[in-house]
């Protein structure tokens, strides 16, 4: 299909996707492992769905929004997470839970991974 051939993705979409990979390869390297890339209903889009083995011998869901910039000109890639995004994640993450899960969802929580100049990452967990 068109959509499949990467010549047809914008520049900044090229960059996003990398700059997700960027992401997925840090927290893998932590131990972390991927269930799902960019997944996408009506309530929004969530870049990165990762399982957690790591937390009290329990594996938890971890919903991570990815953001990249620049420059910090104005607040950098964290502060890019807006009250309204995160709003919008929320539903996204309730969505996806309900589908695949039901009534009985795993723990989970929400992660941010900024990426600035030259790929500094910061990643922070349960970031809201």
Do not use: H
Not at 68 to 88: C, D, M, P, V
Request: hydrophobic fraction near 35%; charge should be neutral; aromatic fraction near 12%.
């Amino acid at each position: 299909m068109w959509f499949e051939n990467n010549d047809k993705r914008t520049s900044k979409r090229i960059t996003g996707d990398d700059k997700e990979r960027l992401a997925e390869e840090y927290l893998t390297d932590k131990g972390f492992s991927l269930i799902e890339r960019n997944f996408l209903c009506k309530a929004g889009e969530i870049d990165l769905i990762m399982q957690d083995p790591t937390v009290k011998g329990q594996a938890y869901l971890v919903f991570i929004e990815v953001r990249y910039r620049e420059n910090n000109e104005f607040g950098g890639a964290l502060a890019s997470i807006t009250a309204g995004k995160q709003r919008k994640l929320r539903r996204t993450a309730e969505f996806y839970l309900l589908k695949n899960f039901g009534n009985n969802p795993p723990p989970c929580r929400f992660d941010a991974v900024g990426i600035e100049q030259q790929d500094k990452l910061e990643w922070i967990k349960n970031a809201f």
